[in-house]
């Protein structure tokens, strides 16, 4: 039996849209997140305008924060045809905090997501402390969507420590290649050690389809079900391209959540007047059914 494919597209960016979209050093004025909650809108009117172009046996995603995104999660929320994820981690913290603090549980219930989310930093390297207690942080949200039967997402990034790109000359290129894959090997076997068990793991791209293979394996190491997704990491699409068509192929890997690479110029474009709302809208649906179809093909 071929197994679901699921294809999310990431909308949950809160600290990069204010300060980089937008321009801000401070915190939105009403208009502002007005405007903001009427743009998280728009993207998701382009998913829906795509949802068409994903074939038989996978899922459209939506990933969206309650911050700006209340009113497409509540639509999504009501509509079979979307799988909702959403986000618990605080925007932009280097370790992983809880957006609302201890009333996390109640966020992450009350629109009814199908996937809670957390994004993580994590690197071998980094301080041990931190690190299991982060990993503390995150086992305890691990087990609360097992019980509550909720597929829980983990995002784990791997930032390169300056050791790490001492080791490759500055290139990140070949940090990513050549070191990142095995750091996450050892990342993704430290926090499953802590009791952090999600059912999908949001993976950053891979070159060869060797260490997607060993990374797929580590989310399945004695006997777990874990799934791998490919995240975006606002890549250019013939980079994303790359990853999709690595990863597709391989057992374990089931998906992606791509973000920024699908709507940022659009939303550039609608806010500096050169696209109007239809034409934004018309990209973001080209550019998602774009990865959709090469993750598909690649897959085989």
Known sequence: MTEPLLFILAMDQRDSIEQKLYDLDRAPTPEESASIAANKLLVYRGLLDAVAAVPEGGK?????????????????????????????????????????????????????????????????????????????RVA????????????????????????????????TDRYDREIRPGLTVTALEFLQDHGVEPSIWKIEGLADRSDAERIAATARRDGRDGRCIVLGRNAPQEQLD????????????????????????????????????????????ENYTHFVRTYVDARG
């Open 242 to 285: 790359e990853w999709l068509r690595v990863a597709a192929p391989v057992e374990g890997f089931i998906g992606f959540a791509i973000g920024r690479s699908n709507w940022w110029e659009a939303l550039e474009g609608r806010l500096d007047g050169s696209l109007d709302d239809d034409a934004a809208r018309k990209r973001i649906a």
């Open 60 to 136: 459209p995603g939506f990933l969206v924060d309650e911050q700006y995104g209340a009113s497409p999660a509540v639509l999504a929320a009501a509509d079979d045809r979307i799988a909702l994820a959403m986000p618990l981690e605080a925007s932009g913290q280097e370790w992983f905090d809880f957006a609302y603090g201890h009333d996390w549980r109640e966020h992450a219930a009350f629109f009814g997501a199908d996937h809670p989310k957390v994004l993580i930093r994590d690197n071998p390297a980094l301080d041990s402390q931190q690190r299991a207690e982060q990993a503390d």
């Open 140 to 171: 305890t949200i691990s087990s609360w969507a097992r019980r509550e039967g909720k597929p829980f997402i983990v995002e784990l990034l791997v930032p390169a420590t300056d050791d790490d790109l001492a080791a490759v000359g500055g290139d």
